[in-house]
C-alpha cells in the first residue's frame, strides 16, 4: 500500500536524490580515474613561481619518482640532469614568460636510476583559480623517435578531479496562517545561520525570513502548495551568510482530503552547488587540456557514438567537432578512407570487435593508414592506436591517431637516398677493378717474364701502367673529396678572389699533360675580375673541368677560360674544341644515380664523378652548373659564383 505520510514521502525522495546523486558522482569520479589510469602520457603543472604542484602517474612512472619527491619543488627538479641544465632552465624561462613553441621543447631528462631520457615537452598555459596563470607540460619520450609505437604512445593524457558531498536534510511544516507546526534542528540551525532568527512553534515562518527577495519566493511557492501542488525549487537562502536548498513544497491534507497546511523539506546543496562548479570547471580544464594535445584524441562508447572529437582531430582531419560528436565512428571514418579501399563492411566488422572486445589482440596496437582530408581533399598518413578505458558497468574506446605524412616522406626519401649510394659505391667499384687489373696483369707479366721481354714491350706496358694509375688517382681523389664533402669535413670558407691569378695556379700541373696532345689553353677573361669562392673549391672545380677538356680535346686542339661579370654574379666558361657529347649524355652528367664513363682522345678514361664534386663545390658556393655540346663541335662547360657584397 503506498504510503501518503508527507513525511515518509519526502524522505523516499531524498533517498532517491541522494542516490541518484552519488551515483552520478562516482560515475564522475570513476570517469577521471580511469582515463588517468589508462594513458601514459606524462603530464605536469607548474605554477607562475616555477613550483611544481601537480604530476600524473605516467609522469612518475616515466621517470621513476614518487609524487611525494617531485610536488610543491622548484627548479632544479630532481629529474633535470646536473650537467646539463642551461638548455632546461631557458624552456623553463621561455614557458614562464609564455614564449613556448607550439612544437615545444626537445630536451633532455634524468630517470631516478641515472639513466638520460630524451623528452619532447610541450607546454600549455592555462588560468586556475582567483585568476592565476598555470602551464601544463604534456612531456613524452622520444628516446625511441624511429619506433612508432614508442612516439605514439606519447600522445596519451590526464586530469584527475575529486568531488565531496555532504546534505543536510531540513524539514518544517507550516499551518495556512504561515505559523510552524513543526521543524526540525537542522532547520532551527538553517535558519540561525542564514537570517540569525530563533525559530519557535508557533512563530510565523515568513517573520522569520529577514530577505525580502527570500520572503517573497517562499510565500509564492507555499501558497501553490496551500492550492494542492507539489513543488521542488532550488533557492538560495542567507542574507550575510549565503546557502543553496533544494526546496520540496506539498499540501498537508486530512482525512476529508482537505489542505490544512504545507509541508517543505529541504536540503543543503550548497557543497553539491559547489561540487557541480567543481565539475564544471574540472570538465572545462578537461577539455581544455585535451584540446592542447597534438596529437587527435578521438573517444566512442559502446553504441560506436563519437564523445570526444579533439582539436588535434580537427587539424589531422579537417573535420569539426560539432560535425563529429554524437555521430557514427564508422560513418565518420568510412567518410575520412580514401575511396579505392572504403569498405564499410571491414569498418564495421573492427568497431564491433572493439566495442565487444572480442579482438583484445588489437588493442594498443601501432595501426599504419591513410585518410583523405575532409576539405582539402589531401593525402595523408597516420598511425593510430585504440585502447579502452573501463568503467563501472560500461567502457568508452579512446584512439589516437598521429599525422605520419612527413615521416613517410622522410622515409621514402632516405630510402631512396640509400638507393643511390650503394648504386654509387656499386659503380666506383666496378671502376676501380679495370684499373688495379692492370697493374694485376703487368706486374705479373713482368715478374714472371722479364727477361724474355723487349724494351718496346716494357715501355707499352709502364705507358699503360702510368695511364692506370693516373685514372686510379683522379678517381680516388674525386671519390675521396666527394666523400668528405658530404661528411661535411671539408671547411667553407670563401673570400674575394682574383679569378685569373686562381685559375693559372690551378691549371699549372696540368700542363704537362695538355702539353703532350700539343693543347693550348687559352685566358679570355679580364685580368681584374673578382669572385666570392672558397679557393680550394673554385681550383679543384676548374682543374676538373680543365682535365676533363684535355681528355677529349684531340692533338693540336685549344681550350678557352673565359669569366664574365653582371652585378649579381660571374659566369665561368670552360670550352674545347673536342668531340662534344649528346643531349641524352648531358642530361646524365650530374645525376648521382647514373655515372657514367668516357674514353678520351688519347683513349684517357674518365667518369662523371670528378662533375658530382664539381656540382656540390658549385651549389655550396651559391652557384649554378651546367653544360652545353654540339656533337663533333666541341662542349662548353659554364657554371656560377657570386660576387662579393657586404650583403
Request: glycine share 4%.
Amino acid at each position: 500500500m503506498k504510503n501518503n505520510n508527507p513525511e515518509t514521502r519526502l524522505k523516499d525522495l531524498e533517498l532517491e536524490m541522494n542516490a541518484e546523486l552519488e551515483g552520478s558522482i562516482k560515475r564522475e569520479m570513476l570517469f577521471r580515474q580511469a582515463i588517468e589510469n589508462s594513458l601514459p602520457s606524462g603530464i605536469a603543472v607548474i605554477d607562475e613561481t616555477g613550483k611544481q604542484v601537480y604530476v600524473n602517474q605516467s609522469f612518475c612512472k616515466m621517470f621513476g619518482w614518487e609524487k611525494d619527491e617531485l610536488l610543491d619543488k622548484h627548479p632544479p627538479y630532481k629529474y633535470w640532469p646536473k650537467d646539463n641544465l642551461e638548455p632546461i632552465m631557458e624552456a623553463l624561462q621561455k614557458t614562464l614568460n609564455n614564449e613556448a613553441t607550439k612544437e615545444g621543447f626537445d630536451l633532455e631528462f634524468c630517470h631516478k636510476n641515472g639513466d638520460l631520457i630524451h623528452v619532447n615537452v610541450v607546454v600549455s598555459p592555462f588560468m586556475q583559480e582567483n585568476d592565476k596563470p598555470h602551464f601544463l607540460a604534456n612531456v613524452i619520450d622520444i628516446s625511441g623517435r624511429k619506433k612508432d609505437e614508442e612516439e605514439l604512445k606519447r600522445s596519451q593524457l590526464l586530469l584527475m578531479s575529486s568531488i565531496e558531498s555532504q546534505k543536510d536534510t531540513i524539514i518544517f511544516s507550516l499551518d495556512l496562517n504561515y505559523h510552524y507546526l513543526y521543524f526540525n534542528k537542522a532547520h532551527a540551525d538553517a535558519m540561525k545561520f542564514a537570517y540569525n532568527s530563533d525559530v519557535k512553534t508557533g512563530e510565523s515562518f515568513l517573520d522569520c525570513v529577514t530577505k525580502d527577495a527570500d520572503r517573497k519566493s517562499l510565500k509564492e511557492n507555499i501558497d501553490r502548495s496551500l492550492r494542492g501542488e507539489s513543488i521542488s525549487i532550488i533557492q538560495l537562502f542567507g542574507k550575510n551568510n549565503i546557502d543553496y536548498y533544494e526546496v520540496f513544497f506539498n499540501p498537508i491534507v486530512d482525512e476529508k482530503n482537505g489542505i490544512i497546511g504545507c509541508a517543505s523539506l529541504a536540503k543543503n546543496i550548497s557543497e553539491r552547488k559547489q561540487a557541480e562548479k567543481t565539475v564544471r570547471d574540472s570538465e572545462t580544464k578537461f577539455k581544455e587540456i585535451i584540446n592542447q594535445i597534438y596529437d587527435g584524441i578521438i573517444v566512442f562508447d559502446e553504441q560506436e557514438k563519437i564523445v570526444i572529437w579533439n582539436n588535434g582531430a580537427e587539424q589531422i582531419s579537417e573535420l569539426n567537432a560539432e560535425d563529429t560528436l554524437n555521430k557514427s565512428i564508422v560513418d565518420i571514418q568510412y567518410q575520412l578512407l580514401p575511396p579505392v579501399i572504403r569498405d564499410k563492411a571491414a569498418i564495421e566488422k573492427a568497431i564491433t570487435g572493439f566495442v565487444t572486445q572480442q579482438t583484445p589482440d588489437r588493442f594498443n596496437q601501432i595501426i599504419d593508414s591513410e585518410i583523405i582530408t575532409s576539405k582539402s581533399k589531401n593525402l595523408r598518413n597516420i598511425q593510430s592506436i585504440v585502447f579502452p578505458i573501463s568503467l563501472e558497468g560500461y567502457h568508452l574506446f579512446c584512439t589516437v591517431i598521429r599525422d605520419s605524412t612527413e615521416i613517410k616522406r622522410y622515409e621514402k626519401e632516405l630510402l631512396r637516398i640509400s638507393a643511390e649510394k650503394d648504386k654509387f659505391y656499386s659503380t666506383i667499384a666496378q671502376y676501380l677493378y679495370n684499373p688495379f687489373n692492370v697493374f694485376q696483369s703487368y706486374t705479373k707479366l713482368m715478374v714472371e717474364e722479364l727477361d724474355s721481354l723487349s724494351i718496346k714491350e716494357i715501355q707499352r706496358m709502364v705507358v699503360e701502367m702510368s695511364k692506370s694509375a693516373t685514372n686510379l688517382y683522379s678517381l680516388l681523389d674525386n671519390m675521396l673529396q666527394w666523400t668528405k664533402m658530404n661528411q661535411g669535413k671539408i671547411a667553407f670558407s670563401p673570400q674575394i678572389l682574383n679569378f685569373n691569378n686562381t685559375c693559372h695556379d690551378a691549371i699549372s700541373i696540368l700542363k704537362p699533360i695538355a702539353d703532350s696532345k700539343n693543347i693550348t689553353i687559352n685566358f679570355l677573361s679580364p685580368q681584374d675580375i673578382s669572385v666570392f669562392a672558397d679557393i680550394y673549391m673554385l681550383k679543384t672545380i676548374i682543374r676538373n673541368l680543365v682535365t676533363n677538356a684535355i681528355k677529349f680535346t684531340g692533338t693540336d686542339g685549344h681550350i678557352d677560360i673565359s669569366a664574365v661579370k653582371t652585378p649579381s654574379d660571374v659566369t665561368i666558361s670552360v670550352r674545347d674544341n673536342g668531340t662534344g657529347i649528346t643531349s641524352d649524355y648531358i642530361a646524365k652528367l650530374f645525376d648521382l644515380s647514373h655515372i657514367n664513363t668516357a674514353m678520351g682522345e688519347a683513349e684517357e678514361k674518365g667518369t662523371t664523378l670528378g662533375l658530382f664534386l664539381c656540382k656540390e663545390f658549385v651549389e655550396k658556393s651559391g652557384g649554378k652548373i651546367w653544360a652545353e655540346s654540339v656533337k663533333g663541335k666541341g662542349c662548353e662547360f659554364k657554371f656560377t659564383l657570386p660576387v662579393f657584397s657586404e650583403k
